[in-house]
């Protein structure tokens, strides 16, 4: 008899657990995501990039003698600096001339990277 009284004792000490305990609450419901706006088209570039511009003769021998936009002329001079490894290895924004950069550098053996867009104003017409 006295295994069934602890029985009982257990069944009853869980039933005033499962009263004391609190209810879950269901989790709210979420909204449902709105479509995002679709974006623009992509930028357009500044029509004043875009003029060919003809190059001084000491650019020519860099670049080429076609008339071609600013971005292109930029694209062409860092072609010609990578091909001839010209990039300083230390510091990678000072670029070395070589004999024919040393004509476009005005006679200087090495410029700032942030320098070049001076140095092709100078030689574009």
Do not use: C, H
């Not at 080429?64 to 990678?92: A, F, V």
């Amino acid at each position: 008899m006295a295994k069934s009284v602890k029985k009982a004792a257990k069944k009853a000490v869980k039933k005033v657990a499962k009263k004391a305990a609190p209810k879950k609450k269901a989790a709210p419901k979420k909204a449902a995501k709105k479509a995002a706006p679709k974006k623009k088209s992509a930028r357009k570039p500044n029509a004043a990039f875009m003029i060919p511009l003809s190059a001084t003769p000491a650019l020519a021998d860099v670049i080429g003698s076609k008339p071609m936009p600013r971005t292109e002329i930029i694209k062409k001079i860092w072609d010609y600096i990578k091909k001839n490894g010209l990039q300083d290895k230390k510091n990678r924004r000072m670029i070395n001339a070589d004999a024919k950069l040393k004509v476009l550098f005005a006679g200087k053996m090495q410029i700032s990277m942030f320098d070049l867009a001076k140095v092709v104003s100078k030689n574009v017409k």
